[in-house]
């Protein structure tokens, strides 16, 4: 929307290559620091355009994976298997990725959430550089954070969140 001419216009592909944006599965997109566009992909990416040209990407499973594998969450999640394969579960029973669900700007950066519970916030500079702050994990991790909103003053972060199973029963 032009607000100018108070009129609507389509623009090319923001992404490198042609139809890449048909081979990604965008969940959500915001404004960060009112000069970046982000756009999130259910395989865990943010895309980062500035006046329509793609300018970064960052794989937030990356990022999970790194956190998640060292200090006190990768020693619980080692204490986990460890019991496991005195269970004989030793089953190939690798917790798959996390799945982005929701994107939502705030006054450094932005927050992202997705199944298992996922919430990571994220601190965006003017140069476009990203550095993970938190990560968390809502209890039992098996909630998906479907939407968020963060208030004017970065008081308060909303989150919708329930479990896939309870969407499914609304379903059928």
Sequence with gaps: FNPNDHKLCEHPSMFPGMGQEKQLNIVDHCWVLMTFLCAATDEGQV???VDG???????????????????????????????QSLLGKNKDTEVPPVRLISLAAYSRGFVVGGDQGYLGIFKVTAQLAIEPLHSFRMPGEKEVLWQMSTSSEDTHLTILSYREK???????
């Design 47 to 49: 895309h980062f355009f």
């Design 53 to 83: 040209e793609h300018k970064r990407v960052i794989d937030v499973r990356a990022i999970i994976q790194k956190h998640e594998s060292t200090g006190s969450r990768g020693a619980e999640r080692e204490k986990i298997k460890a019991y």
């Design 166 to 172: 309870d969407a499914e029963e609304y379903e059928g």
